[in-house]
């Protein structure tokens, strides 16, 4: 069977929290959060709260190390959490041509090989879905705190 996969954010921290002025406010990015979960097949695989924009740092300079011939490992870690003896929070294995999802906070234990180009391309679309929905959102231009941002 083919895995398929579904990402799904809802943004708790107010609209207000952060605006434009804030692109150097550590503490101000780090306070913006939203629930996270990832669905394998419809089934719950991955939910928790996280600091957003630091999640999405996270995509985003994993994105701008690929080309075309070269898909680097995904690793989400956090600033806010520290004990990583047993793994990243969130990673993608790629290996040959397919890529296993890996989480230390996994809430089921979920057969999660995908094929390396589906993958990708969620992770991908999923940058970018996210990048537009926080723009949007918090009427803030990400591209002004993206090296604010901290980042593991």
Excluded: C
Excluded at 19 to 25: A, E, G, P, V, Y
Excluded at 29 to 50: G, H, P, R
């Amino acid at each position: 069977m083919d895995n398929k996969i579904n990402f799904e954010y809802h943004f708790v921290s107010d609209k207000g929290i952060i605006s434009n002025k804030d692109k150097r406010d550590v503490p101000a990015i780090l306070a913006v959060d939203a629930t996270f979960s990832i669905k394998i097949n419809n089934k719950l695989y991955f939910e928790t709260e996280l600091a957003i924009l630091e999640f999405y740092k996270s995509l985003y300079e994993w994105k701008e190390k690929m080309t075309k011939d070269y898909i680097p490992e995904f690793h989400y870690y956090t600033i806010e959490y520290d004990d990583y003896e047993d793994g990243a929070i969130l990673s993608l294995l790629p290996f040959s041509n397919q890529a296993r999802l890996e989480s230390i906070w996994a809430e089921s234990d979920i057969y999660n090989v995908f094929d390396l180009n589906y993958i990708v391309g969620a992770f991908i679309a999923l940058e970018k879905n996210l990048r537009d929905d926080i723009e949007e959102y918090y009427e803030i231009k990400l591209k002004n705190f993206i090296k604010h941002i901290p980042y593991r």
